[in-house]
Nanobody, 118 residues
Framework: QVQLVESGGGLVQPGGSLRLSCAAS???????????MGWYRQAPGKQRELVST???????NYADSVKGRFTISRDNAKKAIYLQMNSLKPEDTAVYYC?????????WGQGTQVTVSS
């Protein structure tokens, strides 16, 4: 099993920045690096959505809603992925999660709350 722990969320004003981290651990973490990983978010009353992905080799992709503002990266040696979020908007408010982008998914972590409000 792989455990995922997200961190780095918080309360920030519109236009502000946050950097989220996702650390993976567990017995099969040695093959973690071959999977494309993603950052997801779930706002109150909405379905979870995929906002950004990064392949094992570092190729990235972004949802249109975050393109140009968010940057995803990964450190395979540390079994971690990151999401740098700039120019945050109130509509970015959500719980953010990391996971694979294909089934079978790892067990979902607790997520990290991001609140963008003045």
């Amino acid at each position: 099993q792989v455990q995922l722990v997200e961190s780095g969320g918080g309360l920030v004003q519109p236009g502000g920045s946050l950097r989220l981290s996702c650390a993976a651990s567990g017995s099969i973490v040695s093959i973690y690096t071959i999977y494309t990983m993603g950052w997801y978010r779930q706002a109150p009353g909405k379905q979870r959505e995929l906002v950004s992905t990064v392949t094992g080799g570092g190729s990235t992709n972004y949802a249109d809603s975050v393109k140009g503002r968010f940057t995803i990266s990964r450190d395979n040696a540390k079994k971690a992925i990151y999401l740098q979020m700039n120019s945050l908007k109130p509509e970015d408010t959500a719980v953010y999660y990391c996971n694979k982008i294909t089934s079978p998914f790892y067990s979902w972590g607790q997520g990290t709350q991001v609140t963008v409000s003045s």
